[in-house]
């Protein structure tokens, strides 16, 4: 009986410290996601009580997620932080590189903090890195007054 309480309570503070911050939701998605895509975004969605209204929407990211298996993306490999933008105290964006053999993927985390506990605001993904690192690499981006 002691030793079932002790490991309920190591379950609980585990729990609770997993959702101590963006950074360790998203690390959970990620440790989730290598071994079962849909349940990664699903787990993520539950953070925020308000998603139910959007169950339909969820429902078609975890099926587009679930679709990226080895035939059609080819093996995933981890993922990379792209970049991390704060815009409140309470609001913040986690941009994370995705990498499969076929291409990589861009996963857009956002956090909102609306008292105690941080909970998924949004969450996207996208492909269209190859524009982008195009578009970067224009002229009018470049610094050309360095010497």
């Known amino acids: ?36 895509a849909g349940k990664a975004v699903k787990d993520l969605y539950a953070t925020n009580k308000w998603t139910e209204r ?46 499969y053999d076929r291409q990589p993927l861009r996963f857009i985390f956002k956090f909102y903090k609306p008292n105690d506990k941080w909970v998924l605001y949004s969450y996207a993904l996208d492909d269209n890195l190859d524009d982008e690192i195009q578009e970067a690499a224009k002229l009018y981006y470049l610094n050309l007054d360095k010497e």
């Open 1 to 36: 009986m002691k030793r079932t309480l002790i490991v309920l309570m190591i379950l609980a503070s585990t729990n609770l410290f997993a959702q101590s911050s963006p950074q360790k939701l998203i690390d959970t998605f990620f440790e989730t996601y290598e071994l079962d």
């Open 54 to 99: 959007i169950k339909d929407d969820i429902d078609k990211i975890i099926g587009t997620v679930n679709g990226f298996t080895e035939s059609y993306m080819g093996k995933y490999y981890g993922q990379e932080l792209i970049t991390t933008k704060k815009f409140a105290e309470s609001f913040v964006l986690y941009s994370y590189l995705v990498k």
